[in-house]
């Protein structure tokens, strides 16, 4: 059998239309595997003949994302042995991104997280993922089915006192993708960058906040909306305390 890890973290998705599908990481004796399964109306199934969907056997497996093509087909992304992988279930099978042969991802190293995004014209993937560690660590990005690199690094090497934590990627229409990520630093903060086609440049002004660490956040596809969590320091405790900022200006909205 297999448990469940934290670090899995299950994201739902929900392809449009069908049945909503979860992908997550489990611990066994010898590895950490991935997963993926759907719900079928009366209970949850697997999706496809081959899970786990690790590439090596004893593979160090972890943290999955979930995304679809146009026609609802899912894709995901992990983290093996701190490199970015992916594979796409064809109707059958989970197979390579180009096929037989094709490459088992982008090219990566000292990898601690990806998270995964289509456009949602064409189903085309977008991948970002954080590489390196302590004050080195950066996010890198790929396009297609190809892993084609959209530059060298979505942000620079970070400064000695800076620390990255949560981040996403939204593939919006054509080529315009945007990333945003928590930094913690002098001032705790979110930032957002925007693929122009050629390079990245800065989105807006970010949310800083000295006092309180964010904890999660999630844009929406139009970039229209920032909902984020803080930890927020009370009289001998603390709070997860949810807010709600217009994207555009990042100026509190209602919550």
Do not use: C
């Not at 042995?81 to 037989?100: H, Q």
């Not at 970002?128 to 060298?152: K, N, Y």
């Not at 909902?227 to 009289?235: F, I």
Request: charged letters at 15%; zero cysteines; glycine letters at 8%.
């Amino acid at each position: 059998g297999s448990t469940p890890r934290r670090d899995g973290r299950p994201p739902p998705r929900f392809p449009p239309p069908g049945t909503p599908p979860v992908a997550w990481a489990s611990s066994s004796a010898t590895q950490r595997n991935i997963h993926v399964a759907r719900f079928n109306g009366a209970t949850w199934e697997r999706v496809g003949p081959d899970m786990p969907l690790n590439y090596t056997p004893g593979a160090l497996a972890s943290n999955p994302s979930l995304a679809f093509g146009t026609s609802g087909a899912p894709m995901v992304a992990w983290v093996e042995n701190s490199a970015v992988k992916f594979k796409l279930f064809s109707g059958t099978a989970w197979v390579r991104a180009e096929g037989p042969g094709g490459a088992e991802g982008p090219a990566s190293s000292a990898a601690g997280r990806v998270k995964l995004s289509t456009f949602p014209a064409n189903g085309t993937p977008v991948l970002a993922w954080s590489e390196g560690s302590s004050s080195s660590r950066r996010i890198r990005a790929s396009s297609g089915l190809d892993f084609e690199l959209l530059a060298s690094a979505v942000t620079p090497q970070l400064p000695l006192d800076s620390s990255l934590t949560e981040f996403d990627v939204v593939a919006i229409a054509s080529s315009q993708i945007t990333v945003t990520w928590a930094q913690v630093g002098t001032l705790h903060s979110i930032l957002a960058r925007e693929w122009t086609g050629s390079t990245w440049s800065d989105l807006t002004s970010a949310v800083s906040n000295a006092s309180q660490p964010f904890l999660s956040f999630s844009m929406s596809r139009d970039r229209e909306e920032l909902v984020y969590s803080a930890d927020v320091p009370l009289t001998n405790q603390s709070s997860a305390q949810f807010f709600h900022r217009a994207f555009s200006s990042f100026i509190p909205s209602g919550l």
